[in-house]
C-alpha cells in the first residue's frame, strides 16, 4: 500500500488548538480543511478572520485563506490525514471523562475515510481514548481493516499525539516543541511522525503506543498541577502565619535546587484543570497526590472569595455610616492566564461571578482581552483600567497592562503579587 502524500488534510475542531494546527500545515502550502460543528466559526475562517485571540494567529490565517490553502466547512470532506482536536470535558460530578466530542468526530469522518489515510487523535485525552475512536471507527467502517485487529497491513493508521503548547505562544510552540507520538502500530507512529515533520523542527519522539501517548500529557499538566498546588497551599499557611508568601518564596527560591512557583486564585484552562482527573479516573486508589493537589487548587477560589469578604468587612468597619451596598468593588483579570482572553477553566471567572452574586453594591470588571462581560454577572460594569474607582481592589490575574499600573487606594486583594 503507498503511503499517503499528504497533499490534503483535514483538522476536526478549530478551536484554541485546531485553527492554529491547521494554519500551520496550511502556511506549507498543504491544503488543508477545517471542520467544526459551529456555522460562524466556519464563516468567520472563510472570510480570513479569527474568533479566539493567540498572536500573529489572525496573519497567518488571512494569508492562508486569501492563498487558497485553508477553508472551513461544517462537512467532513476526503482527504489523506486527519486530525481530531475536539474538547474532553467531564460528565457527572465525579470528573468523568466524556468521549462524546470524540466519538462524533470520529464517526462523522468515517464516511469519507479511505485506504491509506491517517487518522490523529490531537485532543487531550484520558489514557484509551485512541483505542476508543479507532473501535468507533471500526463499527463505521467494517469495510475497511484498522490497526488494532490488522496490525501493520491495516488499511488505516491510527495514532495520538497531544499538543503541548501554551496559550499565547502556540504558533511558536506548535514549530519549535517535541511532538510525542504514540500509534498504534509502527508504521501509523513513522506515518504520524512523517506528517508532523512538514513544519514541526522538534523532534518527533514515538512512544511505544497511544496509552503511553496519552499519559505523557497527562502527566505534564498534573506535574505543573501539584507544582501549583505547594504554592498555593504556602499562600494560605502564609496568610494564616501573617507572613508574605512573595517574599517566602523568592527566599525559597535563592536555593540552587529550589524552584517554587508563583501562587495565585487557583488554575484555570482546559489542561491542567482538567487532566489530573483522568489519570485519577484511571487509577483513584492509586492516584493520592495528584488528587489531593487538584483539591488543594479547586479550593483556593473559595478561600480568595473569603479574603474579599473580610476586605468589604474591613473596609465597613472604617466606614461605619457606609453599609456593604455602598461598597464598590473592582475586580482584575477574568482570563484563566495572564494576556489571553481564554476563559475556559478559569478561577477568576469563577471568584468574580459569585462575587458578582453575592455583593449588593457596585462591581467593576477589568479584563482588556475580551470585548463584552460574560454572562452571570448581573448589574456588573466592564471599565477600562485607567477608569476604575474603587474600594475595594481585586487582582487576579496578572495581565501586562496591570503590573505598570500604580497601587490603587482602598483595600487590596491581590492573589498574583502584582501590588506587594
Known sequence: MAEPTFKKISVVGLGYIGLPTAAMFASRKI???????NQHTVDTINRGEVHIVEPDLD?????????????????????EAFLIAVPTPFKGEHHEPDLKYIEAAARAIAPVLKTGD???LESTSPVGATEAMANWLAEARPDLTLPQTAGEASDIRIAHCPERVLPGKV????????RVIGGVTTKCSE?????????VTGECVIASGPRVAEMAKLTENSFRDVNIAFANELSIICDKLDMDVWELISLANRHPRVNILQPGPGVGGHCIAVDPWFIVSSAP?????????????DAKPEWVIDKVHA?????LSSHPNKTAKDVVIAIYGLAFKPDIDDLRESPALEIARNIAHAHQGKLFVVEPNIDAIPDGFGDAHMVSLGDVQADVHVMLVDHASFKSSPVPEGRIVDVRGVWV
Open 31 to 37: 491544503e488543508v480543511i477545517g471542520i467544526d460543528v
Open 285 to 297: 486508589d492509586q492516584a493520592k497526590l495528584i488528587r489531593t493537589a487538584r483539591e488543594v487548587n
Open 118 to 120: 491517517l487518522v490523529i
Open 311 to 315: 476586605a468589604i468587612g474591613a473596609h
Open 59 to 79: 496573519m497567518v490565517v488571512r494569508a492562508v485563506v486569501t492563498e487558497g490553502y485553508l477553508k472551513a466547512t461544517t462537512d467532513p470532506e476526503p482527504a
Open 171 to 178: 504558533m511558536q510552540e506548535l514549530i519549535t516543541n517535541d
Open 191 to 199: 506515518t504520524a511522525a512523517r506528517l508532523y515533520q512538514n513544519f
